[in-house]
């Protein structure tokens, strides 16, 4: 592994590759989450989710981008929150992501670089390499940001998702119409 590989992506890439993006994949502890994990007494897991993402997904939901979560942790909290916004395509328990990538193309026929992925460790850096446009959040592994074309200002569980919902509609020209509702 190299600290020398910075990928030449100037800010007018990052719009193109997301306005090519068909399908937005979430990793979840470290991005739809800040990456903690909290054990109740008798052995359970909650985590926390940041509204500001909620809408940003439903928002991108209904400009037609479809959504999705690949996790190596599988979570009935995250199912719930997966039903709860609309994302229609779920994998988890799955440590190699690329089977959980491959299921997604297969089930939606769009190809890798018409999917946009954010992650933060290096678990994520096989789908860093096949998606089109890869983010990584300020938190994440130096590798992990070093490959990625977007890099969010906000970090996991504090917007981040929100950040990239907003940036994928405003590189579709989708953003005011999105919002619109919001402004009568």
């Known amino acids: 592994m190299?600290?020398?590989?910075?990928?030449?992506?100037?800010?007018?890439?990052?719009?193109?590759r997301a306005a090519r993006v068909k399908v937005m994949i979430f990793d979840v502890d470290g991005v739809l989450t800040d990456g903690s994990l909290t054990y109740g007494p008798d052995g359970e897991v909650t985590k926390t989710f940041n509204v500001l993402d909620g809408l940003g997904i439903q928002l991108l939901n209904k400009t037609g981008v479809q959504t999705a979560?690949?996790?190596?942790?599988?979570?009935?909290?995250v199912v719930k929150r997966a039903a709860d916004?609309?994302?229609?395509?779920?994998?988890?328990?799955?440590h190699d992501k690329?089977?959980?990538?491959?299921?997604?193309?297969?089930?939606?026929?769009?190809?890798?670089?018409?999917?946009?992925?954010?992650?933060?460790d290096v678990i994520d850096l096989p789908l860093?390499?096949?998606?089109?446009?890869?983010?990584?959040?300020?938190?994440?592994?130096?590798?992990?940001q070093h490959r990625a074309h977007y890099v969010t200002k906000n970090g996991g569980g504090r917007g981040a998702v929100r950040e990239v919902c907003d940036l994928v509609m405003r590189a579709q020209g989708t953003y005011d119409q999105a919002l619109a509702p919001y402004f009568a």
């Open 2 to 16: 190299s600290d020398s590989f910075i990928p030449a992506i100037t800010p007018l890439a990052h719009m193109e």
């Open 69 to 77: 979560i690949i996790s190596a942790r599988l979570s009935p909290i």
């Open 85 to 94: 916004l609309g994302i229609s395509h779920v994998h988890q328990g799955i």
């Open 98 to 120: 690329r089977i959980g990538f491959a299921k997604l193309l297969e089930a939606t026929g769009f190809t890798a670089e018409q999917c946009g992925y954010i992650g933060d």
């Open 128 to 144: 860093f390499a096949r998606v089109g446009f890869a983010v990584a959040v300020p938190s994440g592994h130096p590798e992990v």
